[in-house]
């Protein structure tokens, strides 16, 4: 099984509870989970790359990708595969090596191309029947660090994070 290089993310309802909050100005807003982003970011430390793949726009999501040194955001995506296939060719990346973090029916083509399909808790029958794991924590409540937690321990890499904590 190749190793995992990239952590692909859907964003509402993975990253997020799912809840878009909307003010009297029609601006959105998303909460983030912070050991998520505790978890993205050592990903990164240990040499992979995290991408933001949505189907919607939010500047909340740029803010928080900037926040946590995400470089790839992709938003608005009509075709999230085809949108994969060319972020991964850019990034001479084999879709072997990518997780996929989903939720949704929108989620599955990039699921099934991808080396390891992840479905979180709250996803829809169709996104975990695709899914080669299947997080016990609901988008938004810690399934993404349950997901990378798991893929570097799969890997032999989550030592290193135990390791810099003295543990």
Not at 118 to 136: D, I, M, R, S, Y
Request: charged content about 25%; aromatic content about 6%; proline content about 4%.
């Amino acid at each position: 099984m190749p190793e995992i290089r990239c952590v692909c993310l859907d964003v509402d309802g993975v990253l997020t509870d799912g809840h878009i909050f909307v003010d009297s100005e029609g601006r959105s807003a998303r909460a983030f989970y912070v050991q998520d982003g505790f978890a993205i970011r050592w990903f990164q430390k240990l040499g992979g790359v995290a991408v933001i793949l949505s189907g919607k726009s939010c500047a909340a999501v740029e803010a928080r990708a900037r926040d946590l040194g995400i470089e790839h955001v992709i938003q608005g995506s009509s075709d999230k595969l085809a949108d994969l296939r060319t972020l991964a060719a850019r990034l001479a990346l084999q879709l072997s090596e990518i997780a996929f973090i989903g939720d949704d029916l929108p989620d599955l083509p990039p699921m099934r191309a991808c080396g390891f399909p992840v479905a979180v808790a709250n996803a829809v029958p169709e996104v975990k029947a695709a899914a080669k794991l299947v997080t016990q924590r609901a988008g938004g409540q810690g399934a993404v660090r349950e997901a990378i937690e798991h893929v570097l321990r799969r890997d032999g890499r989550w030592q290193e994070v135990l390791k810099y904590y003295g543990v």
